[in-house]
């Protein structure tokens, strides 16, 4: 499966501090259950990486005039 493959598995997603100082991305799905902990540093690149992806999916958005109308910032 690649990054552009839609499919229709679902999954719960949750992330949050570990009593042990790591930031924890919780996945949970039909068959899945993948706790993965990363130290603060590693959490904020992923986060970095995130917000890359998010600013590039939205350019795409507005070049091909697809996907739903962004949201509203706080």
């Given at each position: 499966?690649?990054?552009?493959?839609?499919?229709?598995?679902?999954?719960?997603?949750?992330?949050?501090?570990?009593?042990?100082?790591?930031?924890?991305?919780?996945?949970?799905?039909?068959?899945?259950?993948?706790?993965?902990?990363?130290?603060?540093d590693e959490a904020?690149?992923?986060?970095?990486?995130?917000?890359?992806?998010?600013?590039?999916?939205?350019?795409?958005?507005?070049?091909?005039?697809?996907?739903?109308?962004?949201k509203k910032k706080k």
């Amino acid at each position: 499966m690649s990054i552009n493959s839609e499919h229709e598995t679902a999954a719960n997603l949750q992330i949050g501090p570990t009593d042990r100082g790591m930031v924890r991305i919780y996945l949970e799905g039909d068959g899945l259950d993948l706790p993965m902990d990363f130290d603060p540093d590693e959490a904020e690149e992923i986060a970095e990486e995130l917000r890359a992806a998010a600013d590039a999916a939205r350019q795409i958005q507005a070049e091909t005039g697809s996907g739903k109308s962004p949201k509203k910032k706080k």
